[in-house]
Nanobody, 124 residues
Framework: VQLQASGGGLVQPGGSLKLSCTASGLFFSNYNMGWFRQAPGKERQFVAS????????YYPNSTKGRFTISRDNAKNTAYLTINNLESEDTAVYYCAARDKYNNGDIYARDYNYWGQGTLVTVSS
């Protein structure tokens, strides 16, 4: 199983970015997907999740409104769009897959597989 995250980079404050996570080696439609981020010196933080069908999404209050998670099961890919980027969004962003029959959503321990992370740097 491999999750390949991409799309990170250097972005100015107020800009937007769309991250991608392409899965291989698993039946993508059997997995809910989540995005987490980890800033230097901080713990990994949950930022969004989406159900296996794409019909359900969940965001913590800290990302609601600026973050949008989506998926394309035909392409085995999940996405995270971040608008109006702030310096506090600077972090390594990780995608993760969780078996749809597993309970849980917001904790890293709930997820079965992880991508390698993609760095987002917000700076002028």
């Amino acid at each position: 199983v491999q999750l390949q995250a991409s799309g990170g980079g250097l972005v100015q404050p107020g800009g937007s970015l769309k991250l991608s996570c392409t899965a291989s080696g698993l039946f993508f439609s059997n997995y809910n997907m989540g995005w987490f981020r980890q800033a230097p010196g901080k713990e990994r933080q949950f930022v969004a999740s989406i159900s296996w069908s794409g019909r359900g999404t969940y965001y913590p209050n800290s990302t609601k409104g600026r973050f949008t998670i989506s998926r394309d099961n035909a392409k085995n890919t999940a996405y995270l769009t971040i608008n109006n980027l702030e310096s506090e969004d600077t972090a390594v962003y990780y995608c993760a897959a969780r078996d749809k029959y597993n309970n849980g959503d917001i904790y890293a321990r709930d997820y079965n597989y992880w991508g390698q992370g993609t760095l987002v740097t917000v700076s002028s």
